[in-house]
């Protein structure tokens, strides 16, 4: 099937999405040129929509630059990096990648919780080190039967949860609102922090959750307490969080998000009581293909028939 729209794609996708869109449309892809900005602003007349990864900044001066854009389909669920107020007022829609990615995260976030619990990264390098020769791994912490706090009790968080009960642990959550969940709702995250063993943060990013977890909710973590994060580095105090790690305010952290990602700061990395990821929460073949579809088919169904499968507005 071809339809003679233009798709402006913004980011890499898998092999196979891409070479969905190019069967289907015309496509334009400003990733693969030395002047993306440029690129854009070249095309920008003939644009209908764009395919973008979360995280790829879609400012409001680039929404108003392309005068027939109808959608903005965001690959993954978080569409932060999208100014979704500027398409609402451009009669542009947003989507995004729900449910698809909720088993995969939530995956994702046990192994972060396992991994900086039992030390794994660190007592592989003492084994490949020939450590092990000499001496044996120091002990770690038993995670089965300890307080697990969530913050945020959305589809991600609920996926989380499920998991986590499988290790005996208490459940414990906030969000702006009580949820119709078994786990128990503090309704300050202060109190939850005090509480748990594990604070474990999925929450969406933007301005509304940007330092939600400062130096206060470290310090009530305490030094027993362990930091997951797969949300968004701008939702944790990244200086403070460093301070916590270096003066074992905290035990440790897991984090697979940073506020100024790529760039990780040296003194985070240098680190021995964390584990840090490059942002594969939902990073597997599997899951990135049924995102991908999903954008597809949200950019298909808006061009064809003016509706979307998964809108954000
Ligand atoms: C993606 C994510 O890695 O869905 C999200 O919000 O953070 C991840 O699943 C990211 O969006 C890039 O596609």
């Known amino acids: 099937m071809k339809i003679e729209k233009n798709v402006l794609i913004m980011s890499l996708f898998p092999n196979e999405i891409t070479q969905l869109f190019d069967q289907t449309f015309n496509t334009f892809k400003s990733y693969e040129q030395e002047n993306p900005e440029k690129f854009i602003e070249s095309v920008s007349d003939n644009i209908d929509a764009i395919a973008v ?17 109808k959608i903005i389909a965001n690959y993954g669920v978080g569409y932060d990096a999208v100014d979704v107020d500027q398409a609402t007022l451009s009669n542009v829609k947003v989507t995004n990648t729900p449910d698809v990615l909720n088993d995969e995260v939530a995956d994702t ?20 080190e020939k450590k092990w020769l000499k001496s044996e791994f120091p002990l770690s912490k038993k995670f089965s039967g300890t307080k697990f706090g969530i913050l945020g009790m959305g589809r991600i968080g609920k996926t989380i949860a499920k998991r986590i009960e499988a290790f005996n642990c208490e459940i414990c959550y906030h969000s702006r609102n009580e949820k119709d969940v078994k786990y128990k709702f503090f309704s300050k995250l202060e109190e939850l922090a005090e509480y748990v063993d594990t604070l474990c943060v999925i929450t969406p990013g933007g301005e509304e959750t940007k330092h939600l977890v400062n130096s206060n909710i470290l310090q009530k973590l305490g030094k027993n307490g362990f930091l997951i994060n797969i949300a968004r580095g701008s939702v944790i105090d990244q200086q403070a969080l460093i301070q916590a790690l270096q003066n074992n305010i905290i035990c440790g952290a897991g984090l697979d998000v940073f506020e100024n990602e790529p760039n990780v ?12 990821t490059p942002h594969i929460g939902s990073a597997t073949v599997e899951t990135r293909y049924d995102m991908g579809k999903l954008v597809y088919d949200n950019v298909v169904k808006m061009l064809t028939t003016n509706s979307t499968i998964s809108p954000v507005n």
């Open 265 to 276: 700061p040296d003194n985070l990395m240098k680190l021995d009581n964390v584990i840090l």
């Open 53 to 69: 990864m979360g995280g790829t900044k879609v400012s409001s001066e680039l929404i108003k630059k392309i005068p027939n854009l």
């Open 109 to 128: 976030a046990v192994a972060l919780t396992l991994c900086v619990y039992k030390n794994i990264s660190s007592a592989n390098n003492f084994l490949l």
